[in-house]
């Protein structure tokens, strides 16, 4: 009787064990994942049911926050028998479930085309009530270095100091920076210090045989990649040399620009003297109408101010010498002397002996009949030859006839 007690007593021991238990979820597998960016991940979640398990299973993963400020977001899903794989937008199409049955008690999920927002804390969860059961997985995505970019920084002239620089723009850290030698012996320099953290190759005191070439392999825990850089340590530049031929060309440039800028005002001088010259010869023109013949080549040599004050002292004097006409009955012509039409009344022959020249019509003013400026000399008149009518006109001057006039210098 005790023994059979004791046997009841054990089957209702493990019966009410397996309902305390229910569902269980197996512990077994990684709990942190680390991936590169682009590649697949596997988040295991097995799970067994328990003989009292009779409800509906609904598995959920969930991506948990790192802010608690922030809210829980739900990956994908499975409830009544039907699986919601497009539950979170920026994993649409790249999560599902490894298994196409989850019932079986495989709830374990698949992740393609990671990416570096993919990290994080994944909650796996599953309910067949009255079993409840979960686990926590870690992922990490990590994004392996692009390839670095290796320059040299300083000078690489012999006797100077210089460094090898490799950077990537983009890797998860830690990063690690490596420099070696591809070239003769494939060892760093004696007096190269290398900063695998910054990725700087330090060179001090450079010499010729550090030319050579250079490898930089920039890496972390999910990726390698590298650069090469051509170094080629030079001779000093003779800086004196680069002056003086730099101080030389400089003064052959102002030399030139001089020359140019004296040809200029030489020209524009010479201009400008041509056309006082013809200010002056339009001066002697227009007074001319009231010279003699033969008196007009002589004037002309003069000075523009000197002929002018000749020329005006001549006028005065010629209007005071001619007398007025004996006759006023005449004809009015009209003649002018810049084209060819002038006011000008006609002679009769009783009055043109009154016209004849008088002596002193045929001499040139001396100083002491006009007043002349002290800084004026007058040029010598030429030869007493007579100048020819042809070149009288290709000169500019215009034969005129004088009219008679009154006293008061009215025209007759």
Known sequence: MELILVRMCALLLIVFTGLVRGLDISTSGETFVEKASGQSAMLECRFNVAPGDSGPLDIEWTLLASDNQKEDKVVILYAGDRSYEDYYPPMKGRVHFNAADPKTGDASINLTGLKSTDSGTYLCKVKKAPGIGSRKMQLSVMVRPSKPRC??????EEGKDFSLRCTSSEGTNPMKYIWDRTTE?????????????????RVKNASTSVTG?????????????????????????????????????????????AIILFCCYRSHQRKKYEK?????????????????????????????????????????KLREDVPPPKSRVSTARSFTVGSQR??????SPSNLHEYALKPQYDKIPTADEYERPSSHNPLPPPSGARMAGPNLSRMGAIPVMVPAQNRDGSIV
């Open 151 to 156: 320059y040299t920084e300083g000078s690489t």
């Open 342 to 347: 002038s006011s000008l009344g006609s002679m």
């Open 185 to 201: 012996t494939k060892i760093l320099p004696a007096s190269a210090m290398m900063d695998s953290d910054q990725g700087i190759l």
């Open 276 to 316: 006082e010259i013809c200010n002056e010869i339009s001066k002697c023109q227009t007074f001319l109408i009231f010279i003699p013949a033969r008196r007009q080549t002589s004037l002309c040599f003069m000075a523009s101010q000197e002929a002018i004050s000749i020329f005006t002292a001549l006028d005065l």
């Open 213 to 257: 070439t250079y490898r930089c392999t920039a890496k972390n825990r999910v990726g390698t990649e590298e650069c090469f850089l051509q170094v080629k340590v030079t001779a000093p530049v003779n800086t004196a040399n680069i002056i003086a031929g730099t101080i030389t060309a400089i003064l052959l440039i102002l030399i030139i620009l």
